[in-house]
């Protein structure tokens, strides 16, 4: 079965300074990866994905990921984080195992706390 | 464009009672999902519907839940008896029918409380 995990409950960091949420994932195939982010009180936006080709995928308000099969690990990547970035971060396997259609597993979230 | 919309943004209700909650997808998206967040755990799959029919309902968790998308526009889901553990979030995402490497378009979510 796909599955994702991401180790830290939260990432600290300082407006200026690079940032990296982690994601390792799990899949049987070929995995199709997603970055999501979560604003208070909105719904999930999403970031970006990785589905073939560069390993180095680029999103939305600057963010970045980088695909690793052989660590099996899509971390997200942003070089000089802002107080904006701060929010919810889901990433996402898209289950290709299912029958009749695609639904995509989530992580548990990490919240990015970046401070001024 | 209108973007997905879900009904209520909250409910409380008390446990034994029925909750009905709303999804009103982006226009021309025949992929809607269901899922659900209890707190600080990982977005779980609820259903997948594919127009008005249920593609995968695998993460229904009992048969207190019933989903229901009428001529495939917008969708229901009703949790009657409701109890405390189905307390959390509910989000409703919709993406069109063109492949498996679309993303999704989500709601807002309902925060549902079972007192």
């Known amino acids: 079965a796909q599955s994702v995990a991401q180790p830290e409950d939260q990432v600290n960091v300082a407006e200026g300074n690079p940032l990296t949420v982690k994601c390792t994932y799990s899949?049987?195939?070929?995995?199709?990866l997603f970055w999501y982010v979560q604003y208070p009180n909105r719904g999930l936006q999403f970031l970006l994905k990785y589905i073939t080709g560069d390993n180095l995928v680029k999103g939305s308000y600057g963010f970045e990921a980088e695909f690793n099969k052989s660590q099996t690990s899509f971390h997200l990547k942003k070089p000089s984080a802002l107080v904006s970035d701060s929010a919810l971060y889901f990433c996402?396997?898209?289950?290709?195992?299912?029958?009749?259609?695609?639904?995509?597993?989530f992580g548990a979230g990490t919240r990015l706390f970046v401070k001024a | 464009e209108a973007g997905v919309t879900q009904f209520p943004s909250h409910s409380v209700i008390e446990k034994g009672q029925t909750v009905t909650l709303r999804c009103d997808p982006i226009?021309?998206?025949?992929?809607l999902y269901w899922y659900r967040r209890v707190m600080g755990k990982e977005i779980k799959f609820l259903l997948h519907?594919?127009?008005?029919?249920?593609?995968?309902e695998s993460g229904m968790p009992n048969n207190r839940f019933l989903a229901e998308r009428t001529g495939g526009t917008y969708s229901t889901l009703k949790v009657q008896p409701a109890e405390l553990e189905d307390s959390g979030v509910y989000f409703c995402?919709?993406?069109?029918?063109?492949?498996?490497?679309?993303?999704?378009?989500f709601g807002s979510g309902t925060q549902l409380s079972v007192l």
């Open positions: 519907f594919v127009k008005e029919s249920k593609q995968d």
């Open positions: 226009s021309g998206h025949d992929n």
């Open positions: 996402a396997v898209r289950d290709m195992g299912g029958i009749g259609g695609f639904k995509t597993i």
């Open positions: 995402a919709s993406s069109p029918l063109t492949g498996a490497s679309e993303k999704l378009f």
């Open positions: 899949v049987s195939g070929n995995p199709y």
